[in-house]
């Protein structure tokens, strides 16, 4: 037995920290660490952790930094350097899958001999800090955006597509979170839509402005006329049970409107436009439904109609300079 518990596989260890992390870990990032420790030690699977050492750490870290930049096939301009944030993401995975055994003993002897060997890379000052984006569209890209996104030509980028790039920009939701919407949590009467799967696990009750609600009825209009019947707003076209991805959506708009930007800047753009609109910190986290900074702010209530006013502004600033917002 003790030999067994001291000779777990990376590929068992693995196993065991994600199911015991399932009630704890939502869905989708129990399987982005299996994606991104199957993708970057593959060839570990079969080792036992305990023989996993500084050495290897060190190396392999290097080893996935290098890879990404040679296989990047395009110069850009980014915070950090090419294959740095990956090869972070990588080894901060793998560290939590380490620190889960890290004071296991099998009979006398400890599980990881060497303890976290991840831990090296900060121990020697290996791993540079990853600086943080600060990406916000300006006023114009802004503009540019809804332009390319409301003209006829739209080239590879379909309505569905064009529709969850509106809702991210008009409502700072996250990447995820418009994928996630059902039909069931949209309140026609009300107007108003909620968000179940969101980061923080806090249910978000978001106000339907005159724009977002044209976008919502026009996904649902679209699903009628092409027979779907899916409980999501936003479903695959294979599998209209399941939602979809959006993978490459983002680099297909940033061509066609002639500057690069990622989900997460449109989400900054968001907030910046609420606060150029003399909006306070109350409002804007309450929008990007970011986790309340002390006991006193949840007791603030922040009124839906107060997002509905902050929002239909924004609709304003965005949309009524260059286009009239039109009829639900």
Not at 279 to 291: E, K, M, Q, S
Request: proline share 4%.
């Amino acid at each position: 037995a003790e030999k067994r518990v001291r000779g777990i596989t990376l590929n068992d260890a693995i196993n065991q920290v994600l199911c015991e992390k399932s009630s704890v870990l939502k869905k989708a990032t129990i399987e982005d660490y299996r994606k991104v420790l199957l993708r970057h030690f593959n060839d570990w699977g079969s080792k036992p952790i305990g023989q996993i050492t500084t050495q290897d750490i060190t190396k392999r870290y290097a080893h996935i930094r290098e890879g990404i930049k040679k296989r990047s096939r395009v110069s850009k301009v980014t915070a950090n350097p090419s294959g740095e944030a990956d090869a972070q993401k990588a080894m901060r995975y793998l560290s939590a899958i380490f620190s889960h055994f890290e004071t296991d003993y099998a009979g006398e002897l400890p599980v990881l001999p060497q303890g976290n060997v991840v831990k090296v890379l900060a121990k020697k000052r290996i791993r540079p800090p990853i600086k943080r984006r600060e990406r916000t569209l300006n006023l114009s890209e802004r503009l540019a955006l809804i332009d390319v996104l409301w003209g006829e030509e739209t080239g590879k980028i379909s309505g569905s597509q064009r529709d969850w790039v509106l809702l991210l920009i008009l409502t700072g939701l996250r990447y995820h979170e418009p994928l996630s919407l059902r039909w069931e949590n949209i309140d026609w009467s009300l107007k108003v839509f909620t968000i179940t799967e969101t980061k923080n696990r806090e249910d978000l009750t978001l106000p339907m402005t005159r724009f977002i609600e044209y976008i919502l009825k026009n996904r649902w209009r679209e699903q009628n006329d092409r027979g779907i019947e899916s409980p999501l707003v936003f479903p695959q076209s294979r599998d209209p049970m399941k939602s979809a991805t959006m993978t490459r959506v983002i680099q297909k708009v940033s061509k066609a409107v002639g500057f690069e930007f990622n989900a997460h800047d449109l989400r900054r753009t968001t907030a910046t436009s609420l606060a150029e609109l003399g909006y306070d910190l109350t409002i804007i986290g309450r929008v990007l439904n970011h986790a309340r900074a002390n006991i006193t702010d949840k007791y603030i209530n922040t009124n839906v109609e107060e997002l509905r006013r902050a929002l239909e502004k924004l609709d304003w600033q965005l949309f009524g300079i260059i286009h009239e917002i039109p009829e639900v």
